[in-house]
Structure formats: structure tokens, C-alpha cells
């Protein structure tokens, strides 16, 4: 199925399910989120049942190990497909259904909600009735969907360790800028100088490094930027 087709079947899945995140996820700059928790969804499509599922993962092996188990608590199904969006790799199987109906739609889901870390599972049972390509495709997206619906997102907030040494004097003072910075201590070491070692989010990093060199009027030393 080309890109334009599979582009089409997938938005009126998400029209016919009334998914109302759909164009805001098209027309805002992407910001990549996880979510908190597995959740489960269940569809009776022309007496086909279809299992969603959609979880956080950390990389493929363990979304595959996850796959496994699945297609062993479900002798009975006909399909097990999945897709993952993690560490910046991406799956899509359809596991036996026609090439592109399954594996890509729910990749697409993924995509198109910004999630980095999340494997989305569907098990189908078939009810002995044919659903065609463009039905599949619907089925499929629309498995996804629903279970995304129920799942608490999480911002993916990327963290900078930073490293430094200061004068005795500037203690009190790195340690109120760092809070206020919304970092993290991770180690403070009293030796000829006192030194840090702390955490915070990436966007904040060299704002406070800026505020920091500036107070210390190059009185504090940067042992190592991670």
C-alpha cells in the first residue's frame, strides 16, 4: 500500500474514532513523550476481536520479549502485531496480516503522537470474516488509538550532568542558583575548593551556566560538561 494511501485510511481511522489529538499533533512542533503505564483496549470488529495494548519500553529486546509472551498466553490468536517507537529505532510487524495494514497504521499512531519508548501490541482472534485492506488498516489504527486514549503521557525531559569547582565563598550561592534551576545534587566535595556535581534539564543548562560564570566573575572552574 503506497504512503498516500496508507496516509488517508489512517486519518479517517482516527475521524471515525473521534480522535481530537489528531491534527493538533500535525500542526505543533513535535515534542517527544512516553507514558506512564501499559493500557489495554478491546474492539468486536465483524466478530474479529482485537487486544490493544500500548507500554513504555526502553529498547527493542525488551519489547520483543514482551511480543513473545504474548503470542504464548494466546495460542489461539491469529495474529500478534506490533509496533515500537524506542531509543530512536522503529518496528512495525504485521505478523501474517497483508503487508501494511497492521505493523505500519499502529507505527503511525505512534509517530504521529509524538511517543519515544512505547510499544503498541494488537492480538486478533478472526471471526471468519473478511475485513479487506482498508478495514484492517481501520482496525488496527483504531486498536491503537483507544488504548492511547486511556494512557497518562509523560514528558521526556532529556537531563546534562554538570561538573565544576568553586571558591568556599560561592557555595551558598551555587547551591540557591541550582535550585532554583530545578536541579539535582549529586555530590558536593569540600577539598581545596568545593566541588559539584549536579544534574538538571538539558534547556536549562546553559542558562544557568551563563548566570553562574557571570556571578563567579571566572572564579568557577568547569571540571567536565556531559
Known amino acids: 500500500m503506497k504512503g498516500n494511501a496508507l496516509y488517508r485510511l489512517?486519518?479517517?481511522?482516527?475521524?471515525?474514532?473521534?480522535w481530537r489529538s489528531w491534527p493538533i499533533c500535525l500542526t505543533l512542533p513535535p515534542m517527544a513523550q512516553c507514558i506512564s503505564s501499559a493500557v489495554v483496549s478491546e474492539l468486536i470488529i465483524k466478530k474479529s476481536r482485537?487486544?490493544?495494548?500500548?507500554?513504555?519500553?526502553?529498547?527493542?529486546?525488551?519489547a520483543q520479549a514482551i511480543v513473545a509472551g504474548l503470542r504464548a498466553q494466546h495460542p489461539g490468536a491469529a495474529h500478534v502485531c506490533w509496533a515500537l517507537m524506542a531509543g530512536g529505532?522503529?518496528?512495525a510487524v504485521d505478523d501474517g496480516e497483508p503487508s501494511g495494514t497492521a505493523g505500519r497504521p499502529m507505527l503511525e499512531v505512534l509517530r504521529h503522537q509524538d511517543l519515544e519508548g512505547v510499544l503498541a501490541t494488537v492480538v486478533r482472534y478472526y471471526g471468519g470474516?473478511?475485513?479487506?485492506?482498508?478495514g484492517l488498516v481501520r482496525a488496527y489504527t483504531d486498536s491503537v488509538a483507544q488504548a492511547l486514549k486511556g494512557a497518562t503521557k509523560v514528558p521526556i525531559v532529556k537531563v546534562r550532568t554538570l561538573k565544576c569547582s568553586v571558591p568556599y565563598a560561592f557555595?551558598?550561592?551555587?547551591?540557591r542558583e541550582i535550585e532554583a534551576a530545578g536541579g539535582v545534587l549529586q555530590h558536593v566535595q569540600h577539598a581545596a575548593q568545593v566541588e559539584f556535581v549536579f544534574?538538571?534539564?538539558?534547556?536549562a543548562a546553559n542558562a544557568l551556566v551563563g548566570l553562574l560564570n557571570e556571578a563567579g566573575q571566572g572564579r568557577i572552574i568547569w571540571v567536565d560538561v556531559d
Open 10 to 18: 489512517v486519518t479517517e481511522a482516527f475521524q471515525a474514532a473521534n
Open 50 to 62: 482485537f487486544i490493544g495494548c500500548v507500554q513504555p519500553v526502553p529498547d527493542r529486546a525488551t
Open 89 to 91: 529505532h522503529s518496528a
Open 129 to 134: 470474516i473478511q475485513l479487506g485492506a482498508g
Open 171 to 175: 557555595e551558598g550561592m551555587l547551591r
Open 199 to 203: 544534574s538538571l534539564a538539558d534547556t
